[in-house]
């Protein structure tokens, strides 16, 4: 038994070890029958823009690690905030991503509006950005649309020549993401006129992450 | 957005293999053949941009510390470019190129540079200066890494590269803290000389641009 606990220990530190994390998150969604599309990635067509919406309120909810001799076995339970590697922020953060054509998009976040349950139009209080947008890979553990790290300021307008993020504080705690709710992204204009964009409906959805542990 | 050390490091080591990939594979040389000259007298449409000269600290924003133990930073981009502008209008044209002030996000792509379709998208045409700068790590006591920049002219239609170059200049010795950095940008960090230095490097640029087909 104990040649067999050796055995084991030696696998998986000489071949590694595979990690399984589950998280729930909150899906963004349009409403069904709307002109407008939202892509895998979470990107709806606008004329002259896109625009992606993201809530910060993911929550891990089970990891497994276990030896990945040929293929990866992820077995052993672990808690699931072995997973988690920032603080639960005490407010509630949406990322806004705008790709815009030209240069001429100005964006006021003071419009933007978050509608959960019985709490009608919350507007934001604080913001940051414009950063950048994290793509690809850099999203495989996170919601969270936008990167940086600078420090949280009052809302005002942005003027948007490029792929940009900018990220918006509610002030309350983030929800459970078996919470649904909408945001609306208003106060997007271009050359003056405003543009329409979709209201984004959020509802629970899950993320599954495997990674390979030296 | 809170962020762990360990994020942090990470963040770090991350800049350390971009800025590293950045100065082995971002360095593929155009030399500006004449058409190119003759583009940069006609052309009414030619923006030049730098990208983000910031530099990352190891104090986020946020945490409520106020010293910092390192920080990324590559060359002053914004100076260089506005120099290099100066220069361009002194020796070429003198009302012929637009310097947009605000930076652009850098989004690498091949060879660990900015993706010019994103030029494309907000220029939609004519020609396209842009100077980036990878960052490298820099720790108080120390020594500090060369300083590298990158410029290209992108012809925004097809996205063609009609000429290319790279400047490297020593920054050392930083004059400030790392956190100077963090709102300042790299110039905080330079001392008069360093940013002398940079200078030349705007100069070396043009040359390269306006001379290189002479060679």
Avoid at chain 1, 51 to 70: C, H, K, L, Q
Avoid at chain 2, 28 to 46: F, K, M, Q, Y
Avoid at chain 2, 139 to 160: C, E, M, S, T
Wanted: hydrophobic share 45%.
């Amino acid at each position: 038994m104990r040649r067999l606990g050796l055995l084991s220990a030696v696998l998986v530190l000489t071949q590694g070890c595979a990690l399984l994390g589950v998280q729930a998150i909150s899906r963004p969604a349009l409403e069904a029958g709307g002109p407008h599309r939202m892509d895998d990635e979470g990107w709806v067509a606008l004329a002259r823009a896109r625009i992606a919406v993201a809530a910060r309120n993911d929550r891990a909810t089970a990891a497994f690690i276990g030896p990945a001799p040929f293929v990866p076995l992820p077995i052993f339970p672990l808690p699931p905030s072995a997973l988690e590697t920032r603080r639960p922020e005490a407010t509630f953060w949406v990322d806004v991503a705008i790709d815009p054509e030209g240069e001429d998009f100005v964006f006021d976040p003071a419009d933007v509006r978050l509608n959960l349950g019985e709490t009608a139009d919350l507007r934001p209080v604080r913001m940051r950005g414009p950063a950048s947008v994290i793509r690809g890979a850099g999203r495989r553990h996170t919601s969270a649309l936008c990167g940086g790290d600078e420090a949280a300021r009052p809302i005002s307008d942005v003027a948007l020549t490029q792929l940009a993020c900018v990220s918006l504080e509610f002030d309350m705690v983030p929800p459970a993401p078996d919470v649904p709710f909408t945001v609306s992204v208003r106060g997007l204009s271009d050359r003056g006129t405003p543009v329409e964009v979709p209201t984004v409906r959020f509802t629970k959805g899950h993320r599954a992450t495997l990674d390979a542990l030296p | 957005m809170a962020h762990a050390p360990s994020g942090c490091l990470a963040g770090a080591a991350l800049g350390i293999v971009l800025a590293a990939a950045g100065c082995a594979l971002g360095s593929a040389r155009v030399v500006a053949a004449p058409e190119t000259l003759a583009a940069l007298r006609g052309e009414s449409r030619i923006v030049a941009v730098h990208y983000e000269d910031t530099a990352w600290t190891s104090m986020p924003a946020e945490s409520g510390k106020r010293q910092a133990t390192w920080a990324m930073v590559g060359a002053p981009t914004r100076r260089i470019k506005d120099r290099f502008v100066h220069g361009m209008q002194t020796r070429l044209r003198p009302d012929g190129v637009r310097s947009i002030p605000e930076p652009r996000i850098a989004y690498l792509g091949r060879a660990f540079m900015p993706e010019a379709h994103w030029l494309q998208r907000t220029f939609a045409r004519g020609l396209a200066f842009d100077f980036y700068s990878p960052r490298s790590l820099w720790r108080p006591g120390y020594p500090v890494a060369p300083a590298k920049i990158f410029a290209r002219l992108v012809r925004l239609d097809d996205l063609a590269v009609l000429w290319a170059d790279s400047c490297t200049f020593d920054p050392a010795p930083f004059q400030a803290p790392p956190e100077a950095a963090r709102d300042g940008g790299p110039e905080a960090l330079y001392t008069p000389a360093a940013l002398g230095r940079a200078d030349a490097c705007a100069e070396t640029l043009l040359t390269s641009v306006l001379d290189g087909s002479r060679r």
